[in-house]
């Protein structure tokens, strides 16, 4: 169902604009194909459905499949959710957030790549080396790492929301689980100084930047949040539902378009996460929109450890063995190709087109 209010509509009424509001033609390239997204410049299909009782005929424009439209997340997810599922052991997930101060937010702007990357490879040296300190774990662990570059009013704010077993597999290849429960995984405040520490060593070796930036991002706290553990594995599903493919700013936020305004929902964190409106203009809209475009074939989510593909194949399954697989909840069965009518039939394409769709009568004859 279309929202009342979408970023294409935005979009398609800036449409001459953007590339006065963005970086470089891989942002404009972005923002053009969500604003074509399910509209006659993608051409489009007539689908029918296969069930006898129903066949009913569907005209759809095709989807832009752009990872950065609010409009082409549901499937994405959810394939991906069924797919980790597997993967899934009996033990406690946490939770870690590692974020980067808004002393390097210009540098984000400019060298995203490097940057992002540089988050990915501190983070999980930071989590690889906790947990293989024996006053800690003792084990080599794994991660699912998932990158957010946003904050709720859409302004830069780089963070890593991790997701790390409650455990490890020691040298003989056991399973050991994390020292007592309930608690935090790791000190929080050990967790940030290595942090930081690690990222600034990284930075230097990669970047020439000014001398007063890196006395600078010393001279703050980097924040590093551990929630306490998930209840189970359920948990951790709903979590990667909400977390994995998220994008900037879903439809549903967008309250009103006026004229060169654009409102739209924020929760205020600083004030117990209350909701409250933000208004912006069009273009300031599109500016902070296009910040958040990730560079060409950049992953922003990865696995490390045991998680990674490389491993998990072979130590997934014999630890499931060990520990027991974990009572999933049940999940509706997902089919992308569903005839949205009766529910029960699967769709099948009888006609693609280009442009606009052809009079139904000349594809039933």
């Not at 890593?160 to 790791?186: N, Q, R, S």
């Not at 569903?338 to 280009?354: A, D, E, V």
Request: aromatic share 10%; with cysteine.
């Amino acid at each position: 169902m279309r929202e009342a209010c979408e970023v294409a509509d935005i979009l398609q009424q800036q449409i001459t604009n953007l590339s006065k509001l963005t970086a470089n033609t891989w942002q404009i390239r972005t923002l053009q194909a969500i604003a074509d997204c399910r509209t006659h410049a993608l051409g489009g299909h007539i689908d029918k459905c296969d069930n006898p009782k129903c066949n009913h005929i569907h005209i759809s424009y095709n989807s832009c499949r752009n990872r950065h439209c609010p409009k082409c997340q549901g499937n994405k997810r959810e394939e991906w959710i069924s797919k980790r599922e597997g993967d899934l052991l009996n033990v406690p997930y946490y939770h870690v957030v590692f974020t980067l101060p808004d002393h390097l937010n210009k540098v984000c702007l400019y060298e995203p790549g490097k940057i992002y990357g540089l988050m990915f490879k501190t983070a999980w040296s930071v989590i690889r080396s906790f947990a293989f300190n024996p006053k800690f774990l003792g084990a080599k662990t794994g991660m699912i790492a998932i990158l957010h570059t946003w904050g709720q009013n859409l302004t830069l704010h780089p963070h890593l929301h991790c997701i790390v077993p409650g455990g490890g597999i020691t040298a003989g290849g056991k399973w050991k689980a994390v020292k007592g429960k309930d608690k935090y995984l790791f000190p929080v405040k050990a967790l940030s100084k290595v942090f930081r520490a690690r990222f600034v060593e990284y930075l230097r070796k990669e970047m020439d930047l000014p001398g007063d930036l890196y006395k600078e991002l010393f001279s703050k706290q980097w924040v590093v949040y551990c929630k306490r553990p998930f209840w189970g594995p359920q948990q951790v599903v709903e979590y990667l539902g909400r977390y994995t493919h998220k994008i900037a700013i879903s439809n549903h936020r967008i309250r009103d378009i006026q004229c060169d305004k654009v409102i739209f929902m924020a929760k205020d964190y600083r004030h117990g996460g209350k909701t409250h409106p933000v208004t912006l203009s069009q273009q300031e809209f599109i500016r902070r929109f296009a910040m958040h475009i990730l560079p060409r074939a950049f992953v922003r989510i990865r696995h490390y450890g045991i998680l990674s593909s490389v491993i998990k194949n072979s130590v997934i399954p014999r630890l499931q063995q060990e520990l027991g697989e974990p009572v999933l909840p049940a999940r509706p069965i997902f089919l992308h190709r569903q005839c949205p009518c009766c529910r029960k039939g699967r769709l099948i394409t009888l006609y693609m087109f280009k442009g606009r769709a052809p009079p139904r009568q000349n594809v039933l004859n």
